[in-house]
């Protein structure tokens, strides 16, 4: 595959140790192969999975790293056999920028399962010239042009952004259950992800009902559209609701026991994991007996993730979103791990960028 000499020296921040923090760094990327698309990043979310990431949490991070996968820019640059995109056009990347597009799961259009592994737009293993992938808290990225999505003109930039990770993460396992009009949803855990799978259900048609510990979090919850609020500490509440809820969309990001959500689902009712859990707690089989389905979700492919955003566009969903600059990024972190935020940072990365 023919690629371009001239490389793209690029301001990012990143980490270069589990307890270094994020810092300005310089990293190159690389010149445009026949199918990339070179992108000016004007906008990027920030994930808790980024925060994890840096951190070195899941114990399996490669150093220096530059996080962000939720991803908004404009095209700079585009290489000779794109079509899909031009010079100009407002795109977006999630959290992935390749995979081997053969295989029978990426004909599927689930190239997040790709049978070879998908390629993370952070900390993974480019599939041509084996570098380490780079993220979006940077000047500028170069993707795959089959991984560029489009951003509809009814989209602003900003809401944009979490909608790569956040909005496809909750959107993703809503749509594979046929979640709609009469469909009874909890959802648990009002996060990130949680205030997204919200807005997406009640926007289905669904009943929604948000399962929390927190008595504090009722109104926010309503705010958002729901329309009953469930304390999961409530021990009558929760046999009260036994048996009635076909889906239970789990955001949850922390290890907890999954078994009480899964005695308020109907037979052939299905709880669904979303957030990132290190390991179950037991689980006793004869749970399950009743037809109840445990299940997970990562993310989704390009054609539904553009679906999504179309969606997204058509209908006015967009996340809750506190803007900050670039060098807040540390703050937001120590702000984000102690849920101090409603309910998604994203950075502007205009002035980092010198626009």
Not at 70 to 86: F, Y
Not at 187 to 207: D, I, P, Q, R
Not at 240 to 246: Q, R, S
Not at 249 to 278: F, K, W
Request: charged share 25%.
């Amino acid at each position: 595959m023919a690629t371009q000499t001239n490389e793209y020296p690029t301001k990012a921040y990143g980490a270069t140790a589990p307890d270094s923090g994020l810092a300005p760094m310089d990293i190159t990327r690389r010149g445009l192969r026949d199918d990339d698309v070179l992108i000016d990043i004007s906008h990027c979310g920030i994930c808790h999975s980024d925060l994890h990431t840096a951190r070195n949490d899941w114990g399996r991070t490669t150093y220096p790293v530059v996080p962000g996968h939720e991803i908004v820019g404009t095209v700079a640059a585009v290489g000779d056999a794109v079509s899909r995109h031009k010079v100009g056009d407002r795109v977006a990347i999630g959290c992935m920028v390749d995979s081997c597009k053969q295989c029978a799961h990426c004909e599927m259009d689930l190239e997040q399962y790709c049978k070879q592994g998908m390629v993370g737009t952070y900390g993974g293993r480019d599939r041509h010239d084996g570098s380490t992938t780079h993220g979006g808290y940077s000047e500028r990225i170069v993707c795959r042009d089959e991984f560029v999505l489009k951003v509809p003109d009814a989209l602003s930039s900003e809401h944009a952004a979490p909608l790569l990770c956040a909005g496809i993460t909750t959107y993703s396992p809503l749509r594979q259950w046929n979640v709609g009009p009469g469909s009874k949803v909890a959802v648990a855990g009002l996060g990130g992800l949680g205030h997204m799978g919200v807005k997406f259900a009640v926007a289905m048609g669904a009943e929604v009902t948000v399962l929390s510990r927190s008595e504090s979090k009722r109104q926010d919850a309503m705010d958002l559209g729901a329309h009953d609020f469930l304390i999961t500490t409530d021990r009558e509440a929760m046999k009260a609701k036994t048996g009635y809820f076909d889906l239970v969309l789990n955001t949850v990001p922390v290890r907890h026991d999954v078994t009480p959500y899964l005695h308020l689902l109907r037979i052939d009712g299905a709880q669904v994991l979303v957030g990132v859990i290190d390991k179950l707690p037991e689980l006793h089989s004869g749970i399950l007996l009743g037809r109840k389905i445990l299940s997970g979700s990562g993310i989704g492919g390009i054609a539904e993730t553009q679906d999504m955003l179309d969606l997204c566009a058509e209908k006015a969903i967009v996340p809750e979103i506190e803007m900050i600059r670039m060098e807040e990024v540390n703050t937001a972190y120590d702000r984000m791990e102690a849920s101090d935020v409603k309910y998604r940072f994203v950075i502007d990365m205009g002035a980092f960028r010198g626009a």
